[in-house]
């Protein structure tokens, strides 16, 4: 398969860890393999799921008008929240699929497949970022804890939705954009349509950068019988991947237009740039993806975090406009 990465030496180190990362080069041996479950050595998926939280909590902010202190606690409660709850559900991801894992060449030299890691120390270190997670969660209003207990099913169905749906990319964007429902309700108190519709436009992001990554394990997937947009796709991938990144701008400029203060012309236009510039973004990567070739395809996937920098940019400078 072009661009396939060999499998690490000895020393454990994940094929499709970024090069040179902290983990590898500076943490003490005995917490790597668990660090590893966390993908603490593969941030990008941590933005991927702090990103929304932020869009919410700016937008929030925007739409009544207020900023408090305990908005800087939701800011880096979700920042932190994002790196517990991302660890603890690739952790519960890695326990799902390790029977599937050491049959793709990506995922072989993973802890559990690897022998790194038992499956029960697998699910206790599980178990442990949950709670810490929860912790946090408790310090939020009673609305915003109720959705993020609830935010548990969709992180617990995800991994068995590859077995029984050509669309497990949706299941990912039901379960990685929560956040920006939550952060919203966070600072309001409630659930409103704007961080729904900002919430749908996550999810059609997640489509467009999930069936990108996913074309790296086309070959291996359809071997063992897992199922993914990617493979449902295809050659048609790149109509399918315009329709995603048409529906992202859609959905977040018509959650905007509902969020925006009255009167506020200037504020409007400031966020609205936001979706615009992260189409571009988009429109960048749709010119530059190769199918067949697995390090371009990674690379673009990992660039999304900047991708989805680009609105929380706008947001916070529309602010203060």
């Known amino acids: 398969m072009s661009g396939t990465q060999e499998r690490p030496e000895a020393e454990g180190q994940v094929a499709d860890a970024v090069q040179g990362n902290w983990v590898d080069l500076y943490a003490p041996a005995w917490t790597r393999p668990y660090l590893r479950l966390s993908r603490a050595d593969r941030p990008i998926g941590t933005w ?4 929304p939280c932020w869009w919410g909590l700016l937008l929030s902010m925007i739409h009544d008008g207020q900023a408090r202190w305990f908005d800087l606690w939701i800011f880096a409660g979700c920042g932190i929240g994002a790196v517990l709850m991302r660890g603890a559900g690739c ?19 993973r802890p559990i497949p690897s022998g790194q890691v ?40 995800y991994p068995f939705a590859k077995r029984f ?20 309700t966070a600072h309001s108190g409630q659930l409103e349509w704007p961080a729904v519709l900002l919430y749908l436009a996550g999810m059609a992001w997640t489509l467009f950068y999930d069936t990108i990554y996913a074309h ?6 359809a071997l063992i019988g897992v199922k993914s947009t990617a493979r449902l796709f295809g050659d048609e991938t790149p109509r399918w991947l315009k329709r995603f990144l048409v529906a992202t701008v859609v959905l ?5 237009v509902m969020a925006a203060p009255d009167g506020n012309l200037l504020a409007l236009i400031v966020m609205i740039a936001g979706p615009w510039a992260m189409g ?28 989805g920098l680009l609105p929380v940019l706008f947001f916070a400078i529309a602010l203060i406009a």
């Open 165 to 184: 749906t050509w669309w497990p990319q949706v299941f990912l964007g039901i379960a990685f954009n929560w956040g920006a429902l939550l952060a919203w």
């Open 280 to 307: 571009w973004h988009m429109v960048w990567q749709l010119g530059r993806v190769k199918l067949d070739d697995n390090d371009r395809l990674l690379s673009l996937f990992r660039s999304n975090r900047d991708a």
């Open 91 to 109: 952790t519960w991801n890695d326990i799902t699929d390790r029977g599937i894992d050491g049959s793709v060449a990506r995922t072989a030299s």
């Open 216 to 221: 790296q394990d086309t070959e291996d997937d």
């Open 252 to 256: 977040m400029g018509l959650a905007i």
């Open 118 to 157: 038992t499956v029960k120390q697998a699910l206790m270190w599980a178990v442990v970022q949950a709670l810490i997670s929860f912790a946090i969660l408790l310090s939020f209003p009673p609305a915003a804890i109720v959705l993020g207990v609830l935010s548990l099913l969709p992180v617990a169905v």
């Open 48 to 51: 991927l799921l702090l990103l």
